[in-house]
């Protein structure tokens, strides 16, 4: 296991790298000079750009540029955005918002998701059934931005129940956003609950545990339950990673200062130090929870070992 | 048990796209599906066959493919749609009014008919999804198809090529490309296409970011066929590589790629919409469902009809696509037949 581990963290350093690679590639792609747009109406004397086209490393070819940014990574340095505000400083104000969101999220797949997926499941065939089939269907099709725009209007606007947009509430106003970017995989925890449940049903051990005597509820709580809940509870431990880097939108459509934000500002103002520092942590999270899924797997499935 | 243990290993790989975790369930059950086959044609049609008895029966397919026809017929003839309308006939007096009986979606902002405006903006949805998956099909189905059919080297390196794409965020991929592309100089020059703003840069960009799950799909199907006897004895008779990957591999690993493709293209259209109203979409004069719910964001608690109507019409247009691979899935999926 240790040496698996291992192996798997040496292979998110190549990972990482051509993903941060990419993506300042792309930025430095972009011929405008930020320096002059920077210094806007009035112009900068030319010492002075030259100056800060040096500290920022602008006038060196792409390689060597990276080179620079990932030695400063190496030690912790993110860099500055272009008025001189340390980027990791942006990224420990911005994380704790999407992670937030990130969590409230979660909360919401795993209390709504398991519990639609295993009365589902239990009860096949069912009204209650049909009626989560067709609400994951709904809550799949329905675009995010769509969903925030309906539920804003609706729940905020209309009812005023929730607040339409920010963060000023405090945790409740983490509440309407939080479900809507739940949705989608909200409705496949719920569709994977059920029809892993119902597949461990019908497992022969199940009807050993009916033959010996034990009541329905006894087998489906401490015989099934556990077993059919493995694929769930990977499926959100992954999608934990691909939350943080796709809150984009609902942190656009509820006006919330996440890390999607922050890298969408920066686009605009081509700030290529926290666009690829954003994006490297946020790929760095997306490998670190699916390494941390696959170790769980070994964990809760016996049957399964890494050499 | 060695099989689930492996399947299983490869289902928690993956993260991101929910969908993609039920396509690698279906793997498995495909792979299965097709054993030793002496008249592979014989064998498909059956299963093809089998998969249409199945899809008949289904309210969800019929649901989907009749509003993904209605949409689909919208797109390629708007002006039936319109009821008469020309969408660039504008008059600001009309501005914002709600849907009437001559009007049946009201006006926008600047007093154009809103059912033209509604129904002339399927075109570019449409053609971003279907250009778009069969853009990411064609790289996803090259690549996983080499990597799984030669192994070793080749497969290492374009395995840890897909990993670095795979762990970016397709939208914020795509944001970062979009904005920069109509800036972009390779050599002096602007870049074709993606310097434009249109359909086609929106295509690309999703096909830059979004053609992982492809990848892995096929190179997985290329993997479990590529072992099986009747490749054994078509190399036997002497096929070379290409052949034996188009002739004989890659028509048995079509059923999971079939029913990615077609949830893949609601994915997009609502991938489009988001860009688009993120700003680096489509600009007007395109008619897009995006920016018509941008646009109608600032009136929604004046003429709230400006943000519902395309929402809802975004919506039953991914539905339909999202509903069909529904279907389509349970019905080549061969452990669901009773």
Known sequence: ?307 | MSEPTTSQRHRSDEGRDPHQREEEVEVGATALAAPDVDEADEKQTSLWGDAWRELRRKPFFWIGGVLAVFFLLMAIFPSLFARGADPRACSLSNSAQPPSGAHWFGYDQLGCDYLAQVVYGARNSLQIGFTGVIGLLVVGVVVGALAGYFGGWVDSLLARITDIFYALPLILGALILLRVGPEARIFGEPVPVISERGPGAIAIALVFFGWMTAMRLVRSQVIAIKSSDYVAAARALGAGPLRILVRHILPNAVAPVIVYATITVGALIAAEAALTYLGVGLQRPNYSWGLQISDGQNLLRTAPHLVLIPSVVLSLTVMAFVMMGDALRDALDPRQRS
């Open chain 1, 1 to 307: 296991m240790g040496r698996y581990v291992a192996r798997r963290l040496l292979l998110t350093i190549p990972v990482l790298i051509g993903a941060s690679f990419l993506i300042f590639a792309m930025v430095y792609a972009l011929p405008g000079d930020p320096i002059r747009a920077l210094a806007g109406d009035r112009p900068l004397p030319a010492s002075v750009q030259a100056a800060l086209r040096a500290e920022y490393n602008l006038d060196d070819p792409l390689l060597v540029q990276y080179g620079k940014y990932v030695a400063g990574l190496l030690q912790g340095d993110f860099g500055t955005d272009f008025s001189g505000r340390p980027v990791l400083q942006t990224i420990t104000e911005r994380l704790p918002v999407t992670a937030t969101l990130t969590g409230v999220a979660i909360v919401f797949e795993i209390v709504i998701g398991i519990a639609a997926g295993v009365l589902a499941g239990l009860r096949r065939g069912s009204f209650f059934d049909n009626l989560v089939l067709v609400t994951t269907t709904l809550l799949v099709s329905i675009p995010v931005l769509v969903l925030g725009f309906v539920s804003q209007y609706v729940l905020g606007v209309r009812l005023q129940v929730v607040p339409v947009a920010g963060i000023g509430e405090g945790l409740y106003s983490y509440l309407l956003p939080g479900f809507i970017l739940a949705a989608i995989s909200l409705a496949y925890v719920a569709r994977l609950t059920r029809t892993s449940l119902a597949d461990s049903l019908r497992a022969d051990y199940v009807r050993t545990a009916r033959a010996k005597g034990l009541d329905r509820r006894t087998v489906v709580v401490r015989h099934t339950l556990r077993n059919s809940l493995i694929p769930v509870v990977t499926f959100i431990g992954a999608d934990i990673g691909s939350l943080l880097g796709g809150a984009i939108i609902t942190e656009s459509v509820f006006n919330i200062p996440g890390l999607g934000r922050a890298v969408f500002d920066s686009v605009t103002r081509q700030e290529g130090a926290v666009i690829v520092g954003i994006i490297t942590l946020l790929v760095f999270f997306f490998i670190f929870f699916n390494l941390v899924v696959d170790v769980l797997y070994a964990v809760l499935d016996p049957r399964i070992r890494y050499e």
